[in-house]
Structure formats: structure tokens, C-alpha cells
């Protein structure tokens, strides 16, 4: 099992930025695909970024491209979500989540969960 612990997220205004850890344990070893998802109340989740630990390779939400950037640290077994020109329609709770296969996460429904942490932009 994989267990997943979300860090960083908060309260900031409009145009300000936050970057989310997400740092990994367990069985990694299983994990090919990490990604960040993000739920607004009365809102469906959304996959905002994803990325593959062992090539670096990424993808993004088009409502983020351009303003958030997912990167890792495999030593450290670390997934970050660099926020810039944050908005208020990007207030949810943020997730991590990975699994082996990248299909899983793009479908939302990975193996592997943390407990979520709040964003809250103010305008």
C-alpha cells in the first residue's frame, strides 16, 4: 500500500501563489502516474495535473495551464503543485493521488489517496 500526506495548502488573495507537497510512503515502487486533483463545493472532482515520477512527463487541466506546475523529487519521494496567479474559482480542497496505471488516474479513480488540503483564494 502507498500512504500519501498532502501539505501547503491555505488561505491567499488574488494573483498570489501556493505550492502543495505531497509526500509519498509505502509501496512507491507500485506508483508509475501521481496526480492532483481538486474539488469545489457542489462541483464534480477535476484531474488538474499529472505527472510520470520515472520520465518527468506532464500534463494540465487546461484552467491551469500556464499558472501551475507539478514537479517530483524521486530521493525525496515528492510530488509538488506550484500554484501562481491564483484565482477564486481555484478555491477547493486539493488532492494527491497516484497509481500504476496512468489510465486509473486520468479516469479518477486511482488505487492511492491523500486526505486533501484546503485552497482558499480570496478576490
Known amino acids: 500500500q502507498v500512504q500519501l500526506v498532502e501539505s501547503g495548502g491555505g488561505l491567499v488573495q488574488a494573483g498570489g501563489s501556493l505550492r502543495l507537497s505531497c509526500v509519498a510512503s509505502g509501496s512507491i515502487f507500485s506508483i508509475n502516474v501521481m496526480g492532483w486533483y481538486r474539488q469545489a463545493p457542489g462541483k464534480q472532482r477535476e484531474l488538474v495535473a499529472t505527472?510520470?515520477?520515472?520520465?518527468?512527463?506532464?500534463t494540465y487541466a487546461d484552467s491551469v495551464k500556464g499558472r501551475f506546475t507539478i514537479s517530483r523529487d524521486n530521493v525525496k519521494n515528492t510530488v509538488w503543485l506550484q500554484m501562481n496567479s491564483l484565482k477564486p474559482e481555484d478555491t477547493a480542497v486539493y488532492y494527491c493521488?497516484?497509481?500504476?496505471?496512468?489510465?486509473?488516474?486520468?479516469?479518477?479513480?486511482?488505487?492511492?489517496w491523500g486526505q486533501g488540503t484546503q485552497v482558499t483564494v480570496s478576490s
Open positions: 505527472i510520470t515520477p520515472r520520465s518527468g512527463s506532464t
Open positions: 493521488a497516484g497509481d500504476r496505471r496512468s489510465m486509473a488516474v486520468v479516469r479518477g479513480t486511482p488505487g492511492s
